[in-house]
């Protein structure tokens, strides 16, 4: 006796993704003109200019001052590593690693790290106008790299990868089976 509840027949769907990307690597400066490439070369600037401003304090050698300049270099180096990478097209010759996860930890811990180094340089404006200014620079950067981390957040909900495109075929099979 057949059970009412259970179908005589089933539906499987199949989805295909293909991921199409070009393995070689080339120079292309299009990345530049995307919101993610001006807020990397953003992330640079104010990370230099915060950098360079504290560096020029006649209270350089202070202890405070090793936390702005290890992030700021630390965050330098990073962005300026990323920026080169999507430049050349590596993170797309290596898209299997999750670029955009790390970048948005990255991007996460940095604004938290600026946060830190640029309260504790804000502690020392009434000193010199170089602390004020490498307050003001800590600060843009803190919010470029929350920005970008919010933008890698979204990516990552919508299946984005880093550098390339993603092409999904659906394709659908009716198979009926008699039980």
């Known amino acids: 006796m057949a059970d009412p509840g259970f179908p005589s027949q089933h539906t499987t769907t199949t989805t295909v993704t293909n991921t199409e990307i070009i393995s070689n690597l080339r120079y292309d400066n299009a990345y530049l003109y995307t919101l ?3 807020l990397k070369i953003a992330q640079i600037v104010f990370v230099l200019l915060s ?3 504290v560096s020029f304090s006649t209270y350089s050698m202070w202890y405070q001052n090793s936390a702005v300049t290890s992030i700021s270099m630390f965050g330098f180096w990073f962005s300026l590593f990323m920026l080169v990478f999507y430049i050349f097209h590596v993170v ?4 299997k690693i999750p670029w955009l996860k790390i970048e948005m930890i990255f991007d996460v811990c940095w604004p938290i ?3 830190l ?3 504790s340089a804000a502690a020392y404006t009434g000193l ?3 602390y004020m200014i490498s307050l003001l620079f800590g600060f843009a950067a803190m919010f470029a790299y929350g920005y970008d981390a919010l933008l890698k957040y979204q990516a990552i909900q919508r299946g984005e990868i880093a550098q390339g495109n993603i092409a999904v ?3 659908t099979t009716t ?4 039980y």
């Not at 198979?175 to 008699?178: K, V």
């Open 51 to 53: 950098l360079i401003a």
């Open 36 to 38: 993610e490439g001006k």
């Open 175 to 178: 198979s009926t089976a008699s």
């Open 117 to 119: 180094s640029a309260s």
């Open 128 to 130: 010199h106008l170089s």
């Open 169 to 171: 075929h659906k394709q």
């Open 92 to 95: 797309e010759c290596f898209y």
């Open 113 to 115: 790290l600026y946060l």
